[in-house]
């Protein structure tokens, strides 16, 4: 197990805050931790603002969770991830990994998770 970063922490401790519906922020966290060998980085967030909308109301309104893998084992990852009650799960293609990564060489595949 990878010793988790700070800025990496503080991406948990919002995605424990934001639990809702199915998403168990508890449960995906502590998964991902246990198995940090298989992931790169984690961020969870939506495509919009309305996390800024809501902040006010003490309220972190995220849906989409993203991982960065190590291309090691993405399988054992997604399989993974199938037990946390996702509405989506699939891999974002090349072209659109890198462009949401602000590269042209992702240096891992990048797994989007959406609960609704």
Known sequence: MKKINKVQQLQ???MKYATFNNFDG???VNDLIKHSN???GCIMGRPDLIQLRDIEDEEWNVDELYILTTKVNDKKLESLA?????DEIDYLDFIEAGRKLGTSDPEGNLLRIWWD
């Open 12 to 14: 948990f401790d919002l």
């Open 26 to 28: 508890e449960k995906v």
């Open 38 to 40: 298989l992931w790169k």
């Open 82 to 86: 199938k037990k946390w009650d996702a």
